[in-house]
C-alpha cells in the first residue's frame, strides 16, 4: 500500500486576506445597506490562493452569506463577476451556492452568495468524504452535459486549447524553449513519452459538457448531512468531465485511496488520463519553479506537492517507478 503524503499547509489554511475591517469603511457601509443590517460577524475564509476577500458575514438580523470583494483594477474582480455568472446559470441539479446579488461600490467588485454551512474535507481524504465529492461531480457533470446558452454565451474555453496554450510544459521543456523544472529523478529519460502524452490529451479530452475547470479538494465543502458542494466556479471550460475526477483525485492519490478504481465508472481513455497526469504535473512544476508569489505564499507548495503527486500517479500507472 501506498504511504499517505500530506502538503506543508493543510487546504483549509493555505489563504492570506484581508479582514471585514480591512475594507474601506464607505465599502462596509454599501454592504451592510445591501444586506438590510449591519455586519456583525466576520469569519475569513482560510482556503484558497487569493489575496482577495472573502468571508462568512452574519448580520444583525441573523441572516449568513458569503462576501467576495475585489478592487476593480485587479484581474480577480472580473473572475467574481465570471463566477457570479456562472453560479446564477448553473443547473438546479448542481449542488453550488447561488449568488444572492452583485455591487460595484466604492472602487470594488461585490459578490454575495448563498451560505454553505460547511468544511473543506481534511486530508488524508476519508473514504466516504471522497465518494461524497465525486457523487456531487457526477451529478453536476451529468447536468452540465449539454450546457444552456446562459452558461454559453460568454464563450467558454475549450479544454483542449487550454492544454495548448497553457499546459504544455514538457514539449517546451524538450524543445528547449524552457528550463526543467526541479522533478523526479527519472523526467529526464521520460521528456519525449511525457510531451507525447501532454500533445495527445486535447484530442482525447474533448467535449461538449461543462467542466468546473478547478476541482481540487479545497474548492470542496461538506455539510453536515455528509453532502459536497462545488465551489469557486471561477475557469469552466468545455471538455470531458473525466478532466475534473482526474484534477480532484489528485490528493485522494496521496491518501493512499484506489484512485484508479475511482476512476472506472467514468470510463476514460488510458491514454487520456496519463495525458492529463502529463500536463497537470508539468504546469504544476513549472509554476511552482517561478518564485514567490504575489497571492497568497502557500500557492507554491501547493503546485509542487500537486506536480509530484500527478506525476508519481502516471508512474506507478506506466510502471516507470517502483510504487512508493
Given amino acids: 500500500m501506498r504511504a499517505v503524503t500530506l502538503p506543508e499547509v ?20 454599501e454592504i451592510s445597506l445591501r444586506l438590510g443590517a449591519p455586519v456583525v460577524g466576520a469569519a475569513s475564509a482560510g482556503g484558497g490562493f487569493t489575496r482577495a476577500f472573502a468571508a462568512l458575514l452574519t448580520t444583525a438580523a441573523g441572516d449568513r452569506v458569503f462576501v467576495k470583494a475585489a478592487p476593480l483594477t485587479e484581474p480577480i474582480a472580473d473572475w467574481y463577476a ?9 443547473p438546479a441539479e448542481v449542488p453550488a451556492a447561488r449568488p444572492r446579488w452583485t455591487l460595484v461600490a466604492e472602487g470594488h467588485f461585490v459578490l454575495c452568495l448563498e451560505a454553505i454551512a460547511g468544511h473543506v474535507p481534511a486530508l488524508p481524504w476519508a473514504p466516504d468524504d471522497l465518494s461524497a465529492a465525486l457523487a456531487a461531480w457526477q451529478t453536476s457533470a451529468v447536468a452540465l452535459s449539454r450546457p444552456g446558452p446562459e452558461l454559453l454565451a460568454p464563450g467558454l474555453p475549450r479544454l483542449g486549447d487550454i492544454v495548448r ?3 504544455s510544459w514538457w514539449s517546451e521543456i524538450a524543445a528547449g524553449r ?14 519525449g513519452e511525457l510531451a507525447a502524452l501532454e500533445r495527445g490529451l486535447p484530442e482525447l479530452a474533448a467535449g461538449s459538457g461543462m467542466l468546473h475547470g478547478d476541482l481540487r479538494v479545497d474548492n470542496v465543502l461538506l455539510d453536515g448531512y455528509g453532502a459536497a458542494w462545488l465551489c469557486d466556479w471561477t475557469w469552466p471550460c468545455l471538455g ?18 484506489d484512485v484508479d478504481a475511482a476512476l472506472q465508472p467514468w470510463q476514460p481513455p488510458r491514454d487520456g488520463v496519463d495525458g492529463a497526469l502529463a500536463a497537470l504535473g508539468g504546469y504544476w512544476l513549472a509554476s511552482a519553479a517561478r518564485g514567490p508569489s504575489s497571492a497568497s505564499p502557500h500557492s507554491r507548495q501547493h503546485q509542487r506537492f500537486s506536480g509530484g503527486q500527478a506525476l508519481a500517479w502516471l508512474a506507478e500507472r506506466r510502471g516507470w517507478t517502483p510504487i512508493g
Fill in 10 to 29: 493543510p487546504y483549509g489554511a493555505t489563504a492570506v486576506r484581508p479582514g471585514w475591517e480591512d475594507l474601506p469603511a464607505t465599502l462596509r457601509e
Fill in 82 to 90: 465570471r463566477e457570479a455568472g456562472v453560479t446564477a446559470a448553473l
Fill in 165 to 167: 496554450d497553457e499546459m
Fill in 178 to 191: 524552457a528550463p526543467l523544472p526541479p522533478a523526479p529523478d527519472w523526467v529526464p529519460g521520460r521528456l
Fill in 240 to 257: 470531458a468531465p473525466w478532466f475534473d475526477t482526474v484534477t480532484l483525485l489528485i490528493t485522494a492519490y496521496a491518501s493512499g485511496l
